[in-house]
């Protein structure tokens, strides 16, 4: 959970990078170059050099200086928190290399360096963040972050080659939940601490295109069928960590669900500037109708889950 910040901010800051070189200059600076445009692929290589750097040097600054080195070593993290954290290097991996690739394509570089060099951003930078990990006493790297960061980079390479099309998004939707005021410093004290640190309120989605696995069909271009996945009652990584609610230690369990959803990268546009703002809102599950079952509350219906 210690990553969650940074994370998102060199996400935030890479998938923002086009918008901000388009505030001015014509939209049709965000139309990609059919061949390899030597100005642009410097422009990417090198904002993506200084925004990794910046995020792992600040990332050492914040959690890393006040606490001694140790001999590289793992930890096994893997039972806590319900694999939620896992779940979020997943997702984290998936869209930092997608934006990765989809940058270099606006630079004109070919599909293969795209898959090589753009999809592999995410699965570089958060593994450097486990190589900091792993010589920190007081944490230690992970092998089920790694895992999870290498499966997500693995999904979108994986539907390049096989789809040439993204079928299959992970993405993400967040609702407040009573917990953080049990643990504020943990699950967080304002909002978008709480969207960061929270995993009570977070539910991460595999957001599948139908039109895309039944071509020539009558199905909207648009229209995706969403599985989802969540937790509730956590108020500590492990069980026998949990405050207790009165006498007794939270019970908590597994949260599954069926909806619709959006692919706004489905919606046709001739304007550049919309396919750019939709690839990157393309992250956040739209809220609508939803299906949710758990062991505990057995299968109940949201008119509108979010």
């Given at each position: 959970?210690?990553?969650?910040?940074?994370?998102?901010?060199?996400?935030?800051?890479?998938i923002?990078?086009?918008?901000?070189?388009?505030?001015?200059?014509?939209?049709?600076?965000?139309?990609?170059?059919?061949s390899?445009?030597?100005?642009?692929?410097?422009?990417?290589l090198?904002?993506?050099?200084?925004?990794?750097?910046?995020?792992?040097?600040?990332?050492?600054?914040?959690?890393?200086?006040?606490?001694?080195?140790?001999?590289?070593?793992?930890?096994?993290?893997?039972?806590?928190?319900?694999?939620?954290?896992?779940?979020?290097?997943?997702?984290?991996?998936?869209?930092?290399?997608?934006?990765?690739?989809?940058?270099?394509?606006?630079?004109?570089?070919?599909?293969?360096?795209?898959?090589?060099?753009?999809?592999?951003?995410?699965?570089?930078?958060?593994?450097?963040?486990?190589?900091?990990?792993?010589?920190?006493?007081?944490?230690?790297?992970?092998?089920?972050?790694?895992?999870?960061?290498?499966?997500?980079?693995?999904?979108?390479?994986?539907?390049?080659i096989?789809?040439?099309?993204?079928?299959i998004?992970?993405?993400?939707?967040?609702?407040?939940?009573?917990?953080?005021?049990?643990?504020?410093?943990?699950?967080?004290?304002?909002l978008?601490?709480?969207?960061?640190?929270?995993?009570?309120?977070?539910?991460?989605?595999?957001?599948?295109?139908l039109?895309?696995?039944?071509?020539?069909?009558?199905?909207?271009?648009?229209?995706?069928?969403?599985?989802?996945?969540?937790?509730?009652?956590?108020?500590?990584?492990?069980?026998?960590?949990?405050?207790?609610f009165?006498?007794?230690?939270?019970?908590?369990?597994?949260?599954?669900?069926?909806?619709?959803?959006?692919?706004?990268?489905?919606?046709?546009?001739?304007?550049?500037?919309?396919?750019?703002?939709?690839?990157?809102?393309?992250?956040?599950?739209?809220?609508?109708?939803?299906?949710?079952?758990?062991?505990?509350?057995?299968?109940?219906?949201?008119?509108?889950?979010?």
């Amino acid at each position: 959970m210690k990553h969650q910040k940074i994370y998102l901010l060199f996400l935030l800051t890479l998938i923002g990078f086009p918008f901000t070189f388009a505030q001015n200059s014509n939209v049709s600076f965000l139309k990609p170059f059919d061949s390899i445009n030597k100005s642009r692929l410097n422009t990417v290589l090198i904002s993506e050099s200084i925004l990794a750097t910046g995020a792992l040097v600040g990332l050492n600054q914040i959690w890393y200086a006040d606490y001694p080195k140790s001999d590289f070593h793992f930890i096994n993290d893997n039972s806590e928190w319900l694999q939620m954290d896992k779940v979020g290097h997943f997702y984290s991996s998936y869209h930092l290399g997608r934006f990765g690739s989809e940058m270099l394509e606006w630079s004109g570089a070919s599909k293969h360096k795209q898959l090589v060099y753009g999809s592999g951003l995410g699965f570089a930078f958060l593994t450097a963040v486990e190589v900091m990990d792993g010589y920190s006493s007081e944490w230690g790297a992970s092998s089920g972050d790694i895992l999870a960061n290498a499966s997500g980079t693995a999904l979108y390479v994986s539907q390049e080659i096989f789809w040439s099309e993204q079928r299959i998004t992970p993405k993400f939707s967040f609702h407040t939940t009573q917990y953080s005021n049990y643990r504020p410093n943990v699950l967080g004290r304002s909002l978008m601490e709480q969207i960061l640190k929270d995993y009570n309120g977070q539910t991460y989605w595999l957001s599948i295109n139908l039109f895309s696995f039944s071509k020539g069909s009558k199905i909207p271009k648009w229209l995706n069928l969403a599985l989802g996945y969540g937790g509730d009652k956590m108020i500590a990584g492990n069980v026998e960590k949990s405050t207790p609610f009165g006498a007794k230690k939270t019970e908590r369990y597994r949260q599954f669900y069926l909806s619709l959803d959006v692919d706004l990268t489905k919606i046709e546009t001739k304007s550049h500037f919309l396919k750019t703002f939709f690839s990157v809102f393309n992250t956040i599950k739209i809220p609508a109708p939803t299906f949710e079952y758990s062991a505990n509350e057995g299968l109940r219906g949201h008119i509108l889950y979010f």
